[in-house]
């Protein structure tokens, strides 16, 4: 399928000049739009929040899991692209798996306060920190790839 | 770590953009891929079936309002073969 063959200097460049530009496309076009991040942001609040009643079940989770799923995939195919899920960097790696612990302590700890203290308000608390937390991220992105004004 | 390699599929300008517009995608629907490439559905379906039978890119087909749209992707074999080609331009430049 691949074979060798031996190209110039200045066609390597221009080549790299293309994969440069195309990537970079593909990258803004990759980003999702802002009210992605509200959407998601809000889902996690609601489903986290949701343990604040006296035995919800596993309904938040699952309202979480088919909300973020949902969402997401009406996003995709609203813009009609989708960023990758996983980042290629070993560092940007550690630090998604750094937010995702922070967001399963901030889900058990909501539910461990509400059962065993019966604090009802933590979860909220807890709903409301990891939707800053998304929302704070997706707008992030956005600035860090100059989506965002 | 990819050893750097040549990829005459992947080298031409077409290909060479298609590859790189889906690298940092998940997927990308055949529309925008048009439209970002400026060309022809079928130009963009030539291509794109060279980089399918070289097991570079797959497809999925779904339907969004009731109407049949399709989306790229790329595999993890076109991934692999697109940075190792990237390895070999940068090779080249640096001599």
New interface residues.
Partial sequence: ?????????DE??D??D??????T???Q??IAPRWYGIGIAIIVFVGFSLYAQQDPGNFPGIFIALGVGLFASYS??KI??????LPDTKPAMWALLGVVIFLLILFFGGIYFRRVYDLAWIPVATGLIAGMTIFLLSKEERRHLGKDD | MTKA?????I?A?KR??IC??????????F??LRD?LDVSDSVLSKHLKHLDA??YVKFRK?A?NGRQ?MWASMTTTGRR?FAAH?QE??R??A?
């Fill in positions: 399928m691949s074979n060798d063959k031996s190209i110039k200097a390597a460049q080549a790299l293309t994969v440069e530009r195309m990537n496309a593909g990258q076009r990759g995709r195919d009609g692209a989708m960023g990758r899920a | 390699r040549f990829d005459e599929i080298h300008p060479l953009q790189a517009f889906l690298m940092p995608l998940q997927d990308a629907e529309q925008v970002e070289a097991g779904g969004v749209r073969a990237v331009l940068q080249l430049i001599g």
